[in-house]
């Protein structure tokens, strides 16, 4: 049986651990949060995954960080160890690996919660109420988040988008194979196979926001040939593309929008949605 989805009680936990560490400004102090909840060290080396929690014989706990990633990057993932402190069953005892953070997939129960501690403990809820009060959705709202917190667009862009999934939507766009692709990719076939690949497309890596019966489904690739999304994605210059138009995402969805854009790390496209 899967463990039932709390993000109130690990919200309040997070409040709590919050208000005993006395934080009333931005950006939060991870390692000051981590001293708090036993972690007696933070490094950043050379791994290829995004983070590991590592117990002690002392009892305490080492944080490593990929030292290659932002610093936006390393400070979610900070907060995202962090959160396998503080989640219910988050720690097993044992090293905890984690290749990636801030997906905020429900289908991985105890990494969900931890990316939920994550943000709330980035960008706590009276810091953040404050700072984006009488603000409107936009891009330059979630650049205005991301440099007042220290975290990323994605984390900011979603944070904002619970205030009103209803009528607002992220989407994080990757240039990459379906699943299905990268399986056939990695398997051993005949000479000559490379040649007559699949070409990578503009995918959803994620998304969130929006009513049920417009639930945005992963790698769903973008279909339009031109629109907002591709010129981010081709923008060197990384600058906020904005356009109203009809986004389809596959053939049983398509949402007509106010759209903005803006490529992140390479081969990534953050964009918005307002209906």
Same mark, same amino acid.
């Given at each position: 049986?899967?463990?039932r !989805?709390n993000?109130? !009680?690990?919200i ?5 651990l919050l208000?005993?560490? #006395? ?5 939060v102090?991870?390692?000051?949060? #981590?001293s708090?909840?036993?972690?007696s060290?933070?490094a950043?080396v050379?791994?290829?995954e995004?983070?590991?929690?590592i117990?002690k014989t002392? #009892? ?9 990633? @932002?610093q936006a ?10 959160g396998?402190?503080?989640?219910p069953g988050g ?8 290749y ?24 706590p ?10 603000k409107?959705f936009?891009?330059q709202t979630? /650049?205005?988040i @991301?440099?007042?917190?220290? !975290?990323s667009?994605e984390?900011?862009a ?11 939507? /992220? /989407?994080?766009w ?6 299905k692709?990268? /399986?056939?990719?990695a ?14 497309l503009?995918? !959803?890596?994620?998304a969130?926001?929006l009513?049920?019966?417009e639930?945005i489904?992963k790698?769903k690739?973008l279909e339009?040939s031109?629109?907002?999304i591709?010129?981010a ?12 138009q009809?986004i389809?995402? #596959?053939?049983?969805?398509s949402?007509?929008c106010?759209?903005?854009?803006i ?5 990534r496209?953050? @964009?918005?949605?307002?209906?």
């Amino acid at each position: 049986m899967k463990q039932r !989805v709390n993000e109130a !009680v690990v919200i309040e936990m997070c409040t709590k651990l919050l208000e005993e560490v #006395g934080v009333d400004e931005a950006p939060v102090d991870l390692r000051l949060l #981590g001293s708090m909840l036993g972690v007696s060290s933070i490094a950043e080396v050379d791994i290829p995954e995004a983070g590991k929690l590592i117990p002690k014989t002392d #009892g305490n706990f080492a944080i490593f960080l990929n030292k290659a990633d @932002s610093q936006a990057r390393k400070r979610f993932t900070t907060a995202h160890e962090l959160g396998h402190l503080l989640v219910p069953g988050g720690v097993s005892g044992r090293e905890i690996i984690d290749y990636e953070v801030g997906l905020f997939d429900k289908e991985k129960t105890i990494e969900f919660l931890c990316d939920v501690a994550a943000a709330n403990l980035l960008m706590p809820t009276s810091l953040f109420d404050e700072f984006v009060k009488g603000k409107k959705f936009t891009l330059q709202t979630i /650049v205005d988040i @991301s440099q007042k917190f220290n !975290v990323s667009l994605e984390a900011a862009a979603l944070q904002m988008v619970k205030r009103s999934p209803g009528k607002r939507a /992220v /989407v994080v766009w990757e240039h990459m194979h379906k699943p299905k692709e990268e /399986v056939l990719l990695a398997t051993p076939t005949f000479p000559g196979f490379e040649d007559c690949a699949p070409d990578k497309l503009l995918r !959803v890596k994620y998304a969130f926001g929006l009513s049920r019966k417009e639930h945005i489904p992963k790698s769903k690739s973008l279909e339009e040939s031109k629109n907002v999304i591709l010129s981010a994605f081709e923008d060197q210059k990384k600058s906020i593309h904005k356009s109203r138009q009809v986004i389809t995402f #596959g053939p049983q969805l398509s949402i007509d929008c106010e759209c903005e854009a803006i490529a992140t790390i390479a081969g990534r496209v953050l @964009s918005i949605i307002r209906r």
